[in-house]
């Protein structure tokens, strides 16, 4: 099968992922084999790449938003069927004995396992998984929308958890890419005013389509005291930015696998009248199966940025360097039932459909 495999982390922009010939993965049992359709890029491949995370596996095949149809099951694996539609996330696998598992915490499993970083992802023709570890995906949900939800999605939802946002309430959201930009449209379905803090004025402007009540600059003050926020981009200067624009017992959710360093805080000024910091780590299965049936019945709607397998180093480049509205989607095999429209990148005529609250599709 065709892969896009990472032999040595180093800069993306020397465009390390190299296009190879490799073996299908071995199935063990329990497990399927998914004929890729869709992989969506993330940040943390990007992570994984330049070596912001430690090297867990070399060679290894990136990517862990992985859509795709069942063609072969190994022993004792029953819970699909050949030709189901399945996804795979980042949490590969858990032990399911430890402290966290036996508490209903599986995403703090002592013992975890995660798709593109410890074992081979969806950067492929093929990627195996185990069944219990892989997501049904809604029939209303084409491959490459339902893609960029697995983490993306899923990270964002749970730092919607995490953050303690309630139906009507403030929410900010600093940094708008793949996460936020499926976070605002749950948060805007729970009837919450929502103040979107990024750079770039693409960013920025898709922000304000998507319905923001407030679009600024990344480190700029909202016009209002917020009662929770998220920080989905990876800088640790934003944080006590965030802090101060929460109103007394707000509480900030850091959604990322990694940020750059947190500047000293103050107490009175930055957590003082109780408002609390709360870091994101992994997602469980139950924030997966939720977020996903949300999409369907929302519907979410995400915002795509399509490229061939091969140009996997230009598609992580171009996120790198804040040049993917929304999220970028790896575009493996054509599926079964043909996509609305023609596959290519949404354009900005598309962007506006978002405040409209038209039904698009693409093409």
Not at 160 to 189: E, N, T
Not at 261 to 271: F, G, N, S, V, W
Request: net charge negative; with cysteine; hydrophobic share 40%.
């Amino acid at each position: 099968m065709r892969a896009m495999l990472l032999h040595q982390q180093q800069s993306i922009d020397t465009s390390p992922l190299q296009l190879e010939s490799v073996p299908r993965p071995a199935l063990e049992p329990g497990d399927v084999l998914i004929k890729v359709e869709a992989c969506a890029i993330c940040r943390t491949d990007l992570h994984v790449v330049e070596g912001d995370l430690p090297p867990a596996k070399m060679p290894i095949i990136p990517g862990h938003q992985v859509v795709g149809q069942v063609v072969e099951r190994g022993a004792e694996a029953s819970r699909f069927e050949i030709g189901d539609r399945v996804g795979i996330a980042w949490l590969r696998s858990t032990d399911g004995t430890c402290r966290f598992c036996r508490s209903g915490r599986e995403n703090l499993c002592l013992d975890a396992r995660f798709t593109g970083y410890m074992e081979d992802g969806g950067y492929a023709e093929y990627a195996a998984v185990r069944e219990d570890f892989a997501y049904p995906i809604p029939a209303e949900l084409e491959p490459i929308h339902a893609a960029p939800l697995l983490c993306a999605g899923i990270i964002g939802y749970r730092a919607l958890k995490r953050s303690d946002v309630q139906p009507g309430r403030r929410l900010g959201i600093y940094g708008f890419g793949a996460s936020a930009h499926v976070s605002i449209q749950v948060a805007r379905h729970w009837g919450c005013e929502v103040y979107v803090a990024t750079r770039g004025e693409r960013h920025q402007a898709l922000a304000r389509a998507m319905g923001a009540t407030w679009v600024g600059g990344a480190a700029d003050s909202p016009p209002e005291k917020l009662d929770s926020a998220i920080i989905f981009a990876p800088a640790g200067e934003l944080v006590p930015v965030a802090l101060e624009a929460l109103d007394r017992g707000g509480t900030l959710a850091l959604a990322g696998i990694y940020m750059s360093q947190i500047p000293p805080l103050d107490y009175e000024r930055d957590l003082f009248y109780e408002r609390n910091i709360r870091s994101v780590t992994a997602n469980t299965r139950e924030d997966g199966e939720e977020l996903l049936r949300l999409a369907a019945e929302i519907p979410i709607r995400t915002h795509t940025e399509l490229f061939p397998l091969e140009e996997a180093n230009e598609a992580l480049q171009k996120l790198k360097h804040d040049g993917i509205q929304g999220a970028g989607v790896l575009v493996v095999e054509a599926p079964s039932a043909p996509l609305a429209g023609s596959i290519r990148a949404v354009t900005g005529d598309e962007e506006e459909l978002f405040s409209t609250g038209e039904t698009w599709e693409r093409g």
